[in-house]
């Protein structure tokens, strides 16, 4: 079971819920909610995709309407199982 770090005070409507029933996974470590911005595009539903590797895991885009947010997961899956994980909790 991993850790939730809540440490900014803003985050993207509806994506701390999704991140705790993640942060149940065992293979999760930690996830950790990071820079808030603006995007051009616009999404009316959350959507988290896995961006790049990290040293612990993985940098995901939590996106909601025309903001961004960074997540990072540290965890020892791989992208595949990850994403399919985030998909799970992601309804």
Request: glycine share 6%; charged share 25%.
């Amino acid at each position: 079971m991993g850790r939730l770090v809540l440490n900014h005070s803003t985050h993207i409507e509806g994506l701390i819920p999704v991140l705790q029933k993640l942060a149940l996974d065992i293979n999760i470590k930690t996830i950790t909610p990071a820079v808030l911005s603006r995007v051009k595009g616009k999404s009316s539903k959350l959507i988290i995709r896995l961006s790049v590797k990290t040293i612990n895991g993985y940098k995901a885009i939590a996106r909601k309407g025309k903001t961004a947010q960074e997540v990072f997961i540290s965890t020892d899956l791989n992208k595949d199982e990850l994403k399919r994980i985030i998909d799970i909790y992601n309804k």
